[in-house]
């Protein structure tokens, strides 16, 4: 069966510092891969998506970026951090031929 | 546009006690609905989908769905909760063509004992 898992699942990173959000699916192969953001008592908003190696397609401007390296493997960076990019951050996976999109743990991101 | 409007943003019911959550949508294509279970702290879980056929799906943990295409919704029933159902409950809509999907902002279910 599939599963995905992200890390670190908790980040307390100072304003202006680096990010770096790791997630990787297992049992699947050539997934689309999300990162989805959700602010406090806010729903999700779509951040990254990806449909394969290399191929990024980024649904709102902001100072992060995402990276696919490997065809499991998703990514999501910043150079320096924003107080505002504090939330929860959800990687997700879907298959190539189906309209299911399935979550991780999520993982809380602080900037102070 | 395409949205999903989840109009109950909290909602209280006593364990046992039946539920429903309301989820309305405005899309353009065949929309695929589902219904997702957040617990604090936690990813989304699937709870239920519905693509096409039966308009009353059932899901995981007792939960059913009922489309009905005339009203553009999607409600989420369960006929008796349990206190482990107190999460965060969201909406979303996709298509065929699509593998993005439009959530709602979620409805918080609290249950007392």
């Known amino acids: 069966s599939q599963t995905i898992h992200q890390w670190p699942a908790t980040l307390v990173q100072p304003v202006g510092s680096p990010l770096s959000l790791e997630c990787t699916v297992e049992g699947t192969s050539n997934p689309n891969l999300y990162w989805y953001r959700q602010a406090a008592g806010r729903g999700l908003q779509l951040l990254f998506y990806?449909?394969?190696?290399?191929?990024i397609s980024s649904e709102v401007p902001q100072n992060l970026s995402a990276s696919r390296p490997q065809d499991r493997q998703f990514i999501l960076s910043s150079k320096k951090l924003l107080l505002s990019d504090s939330g929860f951050y959800l990687c997700?996976?879907?298959?190539?031929?189906?309209?299911?999109?399935?979550f991780g743990e999520g993982s809380w991101l602080t900037v102070v | 546009a395409q949205s999903v409007t989840q109009p109950d943003i909290h909602i209280t019911v006593s364990e046992g006690a039946s539920l429903e959550l309301r989820c309305n949508y405005s899309y353009g294509a065949t929309p695929y609905l589902f219904w997702y279970v957040q617990s604090p702290g936690q990813g989304l879980q699937l709870l239920l989908k519905y693509f096409s056929g039966d308009t009353l799906v059932q899901g995981i943990k007792g939960f059913e769905a009922e489309f009905k295409r005339s009203q553009s919704s999607f409600n989420l029933r369960k006929p008796s909760v349990h206190w482990s159902d107190a999460a965060e409950y969201f909406c979303?809509?996709?298509?065929?063509?699509?593998?993005?999907?439009?959530f709602g902002t979620g409805t918080r279910l609290q249950v007392f004992p």
């Open positions: 979303a809509v996709g298509a065929r063509n699509t593998d993005k999907l439009i």
């Open positions: 997700a996976w879907s298959g190539q031929s189906g309209n299911t999109i399935y």
């Open positions: 990806s449909v394969g190696i290399g191929q």
